[in-house]
T-cell receptor, first 114, second 112 residues
């Protein structure tokens, strides 16, 4: 997807280990988001950022932390991975508010916690 | 129902037929968006309709919004096998802060 890349695309990790997912954008957007997608739940917001070092929690933030030291990078860390965090994780960018044209999503990271 | 709930959950049609998907929501919104997701990929933004609009078109897509019924519909005309995907509505809530809610999606299968 143009302008936004996620890494890794796939990861298998063991319960209790820390995991960091990376989102990189080239659009210079202020707003970046991390969502998880699970069957039957649609997308649920984990954390979002509205600028460098400015982040806030979403609806399912427990067990996750984020960091944004540069406009282009937004990192999601699972501090101690659990099986319930097995999911597909999507990063997104947007121009929010009245000027929004919706979100641009990355291709996703499929995370399996065993 | 949940905010941004799509109906039906799954839809199977023949190529050339029209596909209609519906989205219902519960609270006041700024706008409503529709996305497509192909298997194993990220969501792709299709169309955004603002709360003061009633209908929008984009190619073979037609979206309607009825704020009195808190519902929206996405119509894909003359469907193609390549339209096979999941379709999600997302509601941007009128809460004064950040809040966009995604529904669980409608799975569309177009048979060639």
């Amino acid at each position: 997807d143009a302008g936004i890349t996620q890494s890794p695309r796939h990861k298998v990790t063991e319960t209790g280990t820390p995991v960091t997912l990376r989102c990189h954008q080239t659009e210079n957007h202020r707003y970046m988001y991390w969502y998880r997608q699970d069957p039957g739940h649609g997308l649920r917001l984990i954390h979002y950022s509205y600028g460098v070092k400015d982040t806030d929690k979403g609806e399912v933030s427990d067990g996750y932390s984020v960091s944004r030291s540069k406009t282009e990078d937004f990192l999601l860390t699972l501090e101690s991975a659990t099986s319930s965090q097995t999911s597909v994780y999507f990063c997104a960018i947007s121009v929010p508010g009245a000027r929004t044209n919706g979100y641009t999503f990355g291709s996703g990271t499929r995370l399996t916690v065993v | 129902s949940q905010q941004g709930e799509e109906d039906p959950q799954a839809l199977s049609i023949q190529e050339g037929e029209n596909a209609t998907m519906n989205c219902s929501y519960k609270t006041s919104i700024n706008n409503l968006q529709w996305y497509r997701q192909n298997s194993g990929r990220g969501l792709v933004h299709l169309i955004l309709i603002r709360s003061n609009e009633r209908e929008k078109h984009s190619g073979r897509l037609r979206v309607t919004l009825d704020t009195s019924k808190k519902s929206s519909s996405l119509l894909i005309t003359a469907s193609r096998a390549a339209d096979t995907a999941s379709y999600f509505c997302a509601t941007d809530l009128n809460t004064g802060g950040f809040k966009t809610i995604f529904g669980a999606g409608t799975r569309l299968f177009v048979k060639a």
